[in-house]
């Protein structure tokens, strides 16, 4: 699991995991090509398309992991602008399948407190 300073929420957790498969996603799209440094300025300073991809899918496995993992800066930075990014599209509705995560979480929530 990836340490902050405040344990995640499910929620939270929900959402910064879809928020980095997608930005995984997308940064291997060869579609993207140079828009990649327009799309994550930041970054794209420390990374290459590529490899914040592979970064961003070794995040994901610590996020699913027992053990504590405390991420170095650059990661930081990285998952930021991947929230910033994502966080836009979910605002306008636009992130596939995240509702639906979402729901299935609150029924979750709801069916323990009973």
Known sequence: MLRFSEPLTPAAAEILRCCLELSADLACDDALGDDWALTYPLSARCFTAQLARETLLDLLDK???????APATYHELLMYECLEV?????????????????????????SNWR
């Open 63 to 69: 996020l699913s992991r027992p053990e504590r993992y």
């Open 86 to 110: 994502e966080i836009a599209c979910f605002n306008d509705g636009l992130l596939p399948g995240l509702f639906e995560r979402l729901k299935g979480l609150t029924l979750l929530v709801n």
